[in-house]
């Protein structure tokens, strides 16, 4: 076993592996960029070595750097972790020219997968099934327009280099073929610098089923079975599980086969994923399934998989990487129980999940593990006050539950989500909820469009209740100190003899301002009046931070956190959050509304499609945002004239940033 390893990369992979490196008594060596100097893997590494500055292009992204970083610190071995440098054959062929290890498959097994073309080409030659399309060299537009033309709509588009939902578009019809393709070509460049795209027939009604393999250097495969990610956005994993619903044996045994296969005929060393299309239109059945793309790495749901089969997959990746063979066979393998991941990211679900920023005020997690197996397993590679900047992927922590079975799995993961608490920036926790109580899902009825067919009814937020206006009130005031002893008159500043004690309080949410009054009729006991309410709350200490507040006969529990000009409500798995307006500043100005298109999340502009005095009609796509490598088409907001065009390409902005105005309407 190695005495020491570096971790090419940075965030919550980062902490699994040296969590695992920890247990084995191996020392860890991070690096980081400028932005990532406090951060938690930083923290947690034995040594830390300074890469570049944010940008990973210019830090991460820096194979040299990281391998001086290795030979400086008498590091014996990289662990790439997913994304960055993961899966370039080229920076494996550095390490291994500089005498070193790469925790991981070797270069050729890498090049072979990581064009899909090429890949689709090999597993052909395999006896691997693939998805009907042309995988050519050919790039020229009208000729990959003509094969889709061919091949019959709907079609994927797909960047050859691509991952992880980037690069991928799909088209209905040929009249949204060409802005498909460049959208593809330029996510491709911008994630994996090589635009070229491979064109496939979309299944309609799809399953995205994934196997693990393991290969180790003495010529042994196994597969440990397999894991159903079809719950995704924008080709996006959000909830993964395993095993996958419905599985027969008999199409369990011919995917692992088909994949285990795959990795053989490319020599396949350490973890990796096959990836599977499949029909799911019906039952599931052995001509169903076809290769999508293989995975030469780690993934990062591969959790729910450790919890079902009692591995630790980074373990693994190590002793295979130090000369060891596998630890299992294929006949000591089976299933125990059920397990579901959900990933929690920083992210506007009401803007379209555009990823957010901000610093986190707050961050509360259920009890349980973390990096390693347990009922409730939460991974996250940030802490309380820890940032989450523009310069990274937005995740804040993946929850795993693992049950006996599927149903309590399930419930376990729906009460860990509740239990979630963040402060400091939007997140995806009330949508993820929604989303593990869904009337399908919860059947086990689930493939890739389910989201999409649904997410109005997933996203819908109900009215905020006057209750919690009234604790939000409560506690901007800085009265909740009642509930935990101290008398709330104490704490009053206009204090009246004979008359009941009054305050009053602003309160902002989203673009609305609420005036509220406060009147403490005793300890613990407060009257809130606003806009057609009036509620009495009595507050009171719960268990922990938790309060017990009774409003008229209804009793719940909440948590209160204020921070700054800043409010948030944790109650029955929402989050509530409002800011507290100066009360001399007043209402500020209206926005500029209709009128302009305002940078809705920070991000680099790709792509300006108008310019002054041209007209443009309502939907019209103006502008290209990209961010954490996806791209966001910005459109018109109305029929109109455009002003001012106050971006250009390659401009990097940040959130609100005016970028186009239209001349003002008549009247």
């Known amino acids: 076993?190695?005495?020491?390893?570096?971790?090419?990369?940075?965030?919550?992979?980062?902490?699994?592996?040296?969590?695992?490196?920890?247990?084995?008594?191996?020392?860890?060596?991070a690096v980081y960029s400028d932005a990532d100097a406090d951060s938690k893997h930083v923290a947690m590494a034995d040594e830390a070595m300074h890469i570049g500055p944010p940008a990973v292009a210019e830090s991460y992204l820096q194979a040299e750097r990281i391998i001086d970083a290795c030979k400086k610190t008498g590091a014996e071995a990289i662990h790439p972790g997913y994304g960055f440098l993961s899966e370039n054959p080229e920076f494996v062929g550095l390490i291994e020219a500089a005498g070193l290890v790469f925790i991981g498959p070797p270069a050729?097994?890498?090049?072979?997968?990581?064009?899909?073309?090429?890949?689709?080409?090999?597993?052909?030659?395999?006896?691997?099934?693939?998805?009907?399309?042309?995988?050519?060299?050919?790039?020229?537009?009208?000729?990959?327009?003509?094969?889709?033309?061919?091949?019959g709509y709907p079609v994927l588009i797909k960047a050859r280099a691509g991952g992880g939902g980037k690069g991928m578009r799909l088209v209905e019809d040929p009249?949204?073929?060409?802005?498909?393709?460049?959208?593809?070509q330029r996510?491709?460049?911008?994630?994996?610098?090589?635009?070229?795209?491979?064109?496939?027939?979309?299944?309609?009604?799809?399953?995205?089923?994934?196997?693990q393999v393991f290969g180790d250097g003495h010529g042994n495969a196994i597969h440990l079975f397999e894991r159903d990610c079809s719950l995704q956005r924008r080709h996006q994993k959000v909830?993964?599980?395993?095993?996958?619903?419905?599985?027969?044996?008999?199409?369990?045994?011919?995917?692992?086969?088909?994949?285990?296969?795959?990795?053989?005929?490319?020599?396949?060393q350490g973890a990796g994923t096959v990836e599977f299309i499949v029909d799911g239109s019906g039952p599931l059945r052995e001509d169903g399934f076809w290769f999508m793309e293989m995975n030469t790495r780690l993934q990062v749901e591969h959790p729910v998989s450790e919890a079902i089969t009692g591995l630790d997959f980074v373990e693994?990746?190590?002793?295979?990487?130090?000369?060891?063979?596998?630890?299992?066979?294929?006949?000591?393998?089976?299933?125990?129980?059920?397990?579901?991941?959900?990933?929690?990211y920083a992210e506007d679900v009401p803007k379209g999940f555009l990823p957010a920023t901000g610093t986190l005020d707050h961050l509360s997690f259920p009890k349980g593990t973390a990096f390693e197996a347990g009922p409730v397993r939460i991974d996250s590679g940030v802490r309380p006050g820890d940032e989450i900047s523009p310069w990274y992927d937005p995740m804040i922590a993946k929850v795993i539950v693992h049950g006996p079975t599927r149903e309590a799995a399930l419930n376990m993961l729906t009460a860990a989500l509740a239990e979630c608490q963040v402060a400091g920036s939007v997140t995806n926790l009330e949508f993820l909820g929604a989303l593990s109580q869904h009337e399908g899902f919860a059947k086990g009825d689930v493939d890739t469009g389910l989201i999409a067919r649904d997410l109005k009814a997933l996203t819908t937020q109900s009215a905020t209740p006057p209750e919690v206006l009234a604790l939000a009130a409560i506690g901007g005031?800085?009265?909740?100190?009642?509930?935990?002893?101290?008398?709330?008159?104490?704490?009053?500043?206009?204090?009246?003899?004979?008359?009941?004690?009054?305050?009053?309080?602003?309160?902002?949410?989203?673009?609305?301002?609420?005036?509220?009054?406060?009147?403490?009729?005793?300890?613990?006991r407060h009257q809130v009046q606003g806009d057609g309410f009036e509620v009495t709350l009595d507050v009171s200490a719960g268990c922990g931070s938790t309060l017990t507040v009774n409003a008229g006969g209804h009793r719940f529990r909440a948590d209160v956190v204020v921070h700054d000009a800043t409010v948030s409500i944790f109650?029955?798995?929402?989050?509530?959050?409002?800011?507290?307006?100066?009360?001399?500043?007043?209402?500020?100005?209206?926005?500029?509304?209709?009128?302009?298109?305002?940078?809705?999340?920070?991000?680099?502009?790709?792509?300006?499609?108008?310019?002054?005095?041209?007209?443009?009609?309502?939907?019209?796509?103006?502008?290209?945002?990209?961010?954490?490598?996806?791209?966001?088409?910005?459109?018109?907001?109305?029929?109109?004239?455009?002003?001012?065009?106050?971006?250009?390409?390659?401009?990097?902005?940040?959130?609100?940033?005016?970028?186009?105005?239209?001349?003002?309407?008549?009247?």
């Open 1 to 29: 076993m190695f005495k020491k390893i570096l971790i090419a990369n940075r965030g919550e992979i980062a902490c699994r592996v040296m969590a695992t490196a920890r247990k084995l008594g191996v020392k860890t060596v």
């Open 108 to 151: 050729s097994a890498i090049k072979a997968m990581g064009l899909k073309d090429a890949a689709k080409a090999l597993m052909v030659e395999a006896g691997v099934p693939v998805v009907p399309g042309y995988h050519g060299e050919n790039q020229d537009p009208d000729f990959l327009a003509a094969e889709a033309d061919k091949i």
């Open 175 to 184: 009249t949204g073929f060409k802005a498909g393709l460049e959208g593809a």
């Open 187 to 211: 996510e491709g460049q911008a994630s994996f610098g090589d635009p070229a795209c491979l064109i496939e027939k979309y299944i309609t009604q799809p399953r995205h089923i994934e196997i």
């Open 239 to 268: 909830i993964e599980e395993a095993p996958a619903p419905d599985m027969p044996d008999t199409v369990r045994a011919a995917m692992g086969k088909a994949a285990v296969d795959a990795a053989k005929a490319i020599g396949y």
């Open 316 to 344: 693994m990746q190590l002793r295979v990487a130090s000369g060891e063979p596998l630890p299992v066979v294929q006949e000591d393998l089976e299933i125990d129980g059920w397990s579901f991941e959900a990933r929690v």
């Open 477 to 524: 005031l800085g009265l909740l100190s009642a509930a935990q002893g101290s008398d709330a008159w104490d704490r009053l500043s206009g204090w009246r003899h004979w008359t009941e004690a009054k305050q009053y309080v602003a309160l902002e949410t989203g673009d609305s301002r609420l005036e509220l009054r406060v009147t403490s009729l005793g300890k613990g």
């Open 571 to 667: 109650m029955e798995g929402r989050t509530y959050g409002f800011n507290l307006p100066d009360s001399l500043a007043g209402a500020e100005s209206d926005q500029a509304g209709g009128d302009a298109i305002i940078a809705p999340m920070p991000g680099l502009v790709k792509v300006v499609s108008t310019q002054v005095g041209a007209q443009v009609s309502k939907g019209d796509a103006l502008l290209v945002l990209e961010a954490m490598k996806m791209e966001h088409t910005l459109t018109a907001p109305r029929d109109g004239v455009v002003a001012e065009v106050l971006a250009a390409v390659d401009d990097q902005v940040t959130d609100g940033t005016l970028l186009l105005a239209l001349e003002p309407e008549d009247g």
